[in-house]
């Protein structure tokens, strides 16, 4: 059987590593950080997430999806703050048993690296940093806190993350490389909601919280201890933003200005301002995503997306899925098997990219209009009228695995349909009472 070496025990690498385990292949998987099982998680990522229908059928598939969602919590809608503290509830979906659900990272990733271990084919090597690829001979080349190594397999998948040393590796060797990143004008920070002294939620607890203030926003998520964790999403640059904000006077000030109902439940919230890092929010596309039969990239490695459709994982989990079912189909020939997961990933990885960025305006700005929430309204009048025939756009990101392409082509044309009949109709109107005024 073939060896692959992964690079990257992130969420991606240990269940990727689970899936090419169960099919016999021999994996050595190398990550720099230390075993998340000692509490090393990495500061400033995302301390929970948000998985939906993709991400969870890529565990079923492999049998872990009810361990992983032990601990989950469901999300059944979204919690508008306004600046009133008066509170809005918009659900995710006309049938109340769709949700998301609030996931931890660390609990996950210990998940998925326990899932690959149970196979005597796949070896884990924590504490071990990819500083490049020999991209024509599969070997890559590692080093510890001591001394350096190389890990030669048949081929090496980098399962590295956004900031990836496989992609940077076939960046510089290979002609031609596509490679495109960009950076939103806002970064992100995460702050603490503690549990209330018996051990409770402070605000609903099966709702994906956000206070929108149009050009900026802060959300918060359940955790199962009782706590939410917040993140804000602001300008780094400009009159206020994280730039100008700093002092413990200023951040008071701004916090109480927009977020008054969330202040009094965010006891240190100096402190986590003061002490948690100022996260970026990139977005990376590239191309092609693989090298030969040597080489191939999964997850954030290929296509970093902005956080705000919760799809991140849920998409870097599905290209797991995708790349085993590739390999399952062209066993013999692993360069066509890549090249057929590029092909039949890569539009979508795309198509979710503009989607993402297309959500944080949804979620800053427009959630807390009124024509919005007419808007959701109608979406759900019309999925419950036309069941299986309209479906609005969240519904098909989140809870079906229709490909983000084809999702994002199927609500352009239905919102053309839905706009031009409710002119049609306004115009129809409009004519019956000229009619009648003339006649
Ligand atoms: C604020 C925020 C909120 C998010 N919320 C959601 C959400 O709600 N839902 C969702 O689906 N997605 C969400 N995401 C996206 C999600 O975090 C990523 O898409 C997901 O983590 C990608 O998984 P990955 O395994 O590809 O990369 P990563 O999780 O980044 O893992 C990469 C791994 O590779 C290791 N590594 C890196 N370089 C090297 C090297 N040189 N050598 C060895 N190891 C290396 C890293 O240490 C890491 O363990 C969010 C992201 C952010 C930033």
Redesign the pocket.
Known sequence: MAKFVL?????????LAAYLGRRGYEVDL????AD?REGNI?AG??I?????TR?IHALKAVGIADEALRHAIPMRGRMIHDKSGALHFAPYDVDPKKC?N?IG?AAL?TTVIEAAQRYPNVRVHFN????GVDIDSALAH?ETANFAITAQGDAVIG????????RKSMQSDIAKFQYDESYLAHG?K?LTIPPAPDGSWRMEKNALHIWPRKSFMMIA?PNPDGSFTC?LFWEFEGLRSFATTKANDEVRRFFEEEFPDAVPLMPGLLDDFRNNPT?S?VTIRCAPWFYRDKVCL?????H????F?????????E?CVVLDECLEELPENRERAFAEYFRRRKENADALADLAIGNFIEMRDKTASRTFRAKKKLDHALEAALPGTYLPLYTMVTFTRMPYAKAAKRARMQDALVYSSVFLIAAIMVGAILWLLVT
Do not use: W
């Open positions: 690079i990257g025990s992130g969420l991606a690498g240990g269940l190398f990550e720099r950080r998340p990495v990522r995302s929970n997430l948000a998985i939906s991400g998301i609030s990272r990733n071990h940093k990819c500083t590692l399962v590295d993350g956004a900031f990836s040393a496989v992100y995460e998520l993140t996260g929010l999964v997850g954030d490695a290929a970093a997306v902005v956080p459709y919760g799809q991140g994982m849920n998409a870097a989990f290209d």
